[in-house]
């Protein structure tokens, strides 16, 4: 399966800890997106790369949470000093960008709970 | 930015077509509505996009009106695995396209 894979699938800590979750887009995918979804909801936007460019931050993206793509390829969220109310599932897509509007794939999330 | 209003849910019987309806009034002229669905506790899989002209591909097809304010997504032999959550959205220009703004989507269910 040549799809976005997210690592690790699902993710339990304690309060204060730090976290780090990665994202392996589809190959040659120069974009990566990052989203948060809470029980009930849509995906909320976080962050996105286009390279190793992060193009874009949400409020959302508070300063315990930092997004990194060192070298276009994979991704990194880390979060520290976690909170119970960063307890949601975390989502990264990927895409090519071209002519008019690129079309992001996502991967499988993974699911973080903070006790 | 545009916004879409969904129905919050739906029923459909299974091998019958499933029209999921969408509003967006204040789309503009070069905003893309797409389709994606949410199977529970996975991601949101692609299923389809346009901008004025229907579209159809393996999975679905969209019929957007003459005016643009409104699409449907046809699911045209519903099974069960189409039971999900499913969210419409316009794509705005700006910003190089970048992120898609979810709403609350349609959850639609299929009996057998």
């Known amino acids: 399966d040549t799809g976005v894979s997210q690592d690790p699938r699902h993710k339990i800590t304690k309060r204060g800890q730090n976290v780090t979750f990665r994202c392996d887009p589809i190959?040659?995918?120069?974009?990566l997106y990052w989203y948060r979804q809470t029980l009930g909801q849509g995906p909320e936007f976080l962050t996105y790369f286009q390279n190793e460019a992060q193009l874009e931050k949400s409020r959302l993206l508070s300063d315990r949470f930092s997004a990194e793509r060192p070298k276009g390829s994979f991704s990194t969220l880390e979060i520290q000093r976690t909170e119970q109310g960063d307890s949601a599932m975390y989502l990264c897509?990927?895409?090519?960008?071209?002519?008019?509007?690129?079309?992001?794939?996502f991967g499988p999330g993974t699911r973080l709970t903070v006790l | 930015d545009a916004k879409t209003t969904q129905p919050p849910s739906m029923d459909c019987a299974e091998g019958r077509a499933a029209n999921l309806p969408c509003n967006h009034s204040t789309i503009s002229g070069n905003e893309y509505v797409y389709w994606y669905r949410q199977i529970h506790s996975q991601g949101p899989q692609y299923i389809i996009h346009?901008?004025?002209n229907n579209e159809t591909n393996e999975m679905a097809s969209l019929i957007i009106t003459e005016d643009r304010k409104s699409s449907t997504l046809i699911l045209p032999h519903a099974t069960l695995r189409d039971t999900a959550v499913y969210y419409c959205i316009v794509r705005f220009s700006t910003d190089s396209w970048g992120k898609l703004q979810f709403g609350a989507g349609t959850q639609v269910v299929v009996t057998p």
């Open positions: 897509a990927s895409s090519l960008t071209g002519q008019g509007p690129d079309t992001q794939y």
């Open positions: 346009g901008l004025k």
């Open positions: 190959s040659e995918h120069n974009r």
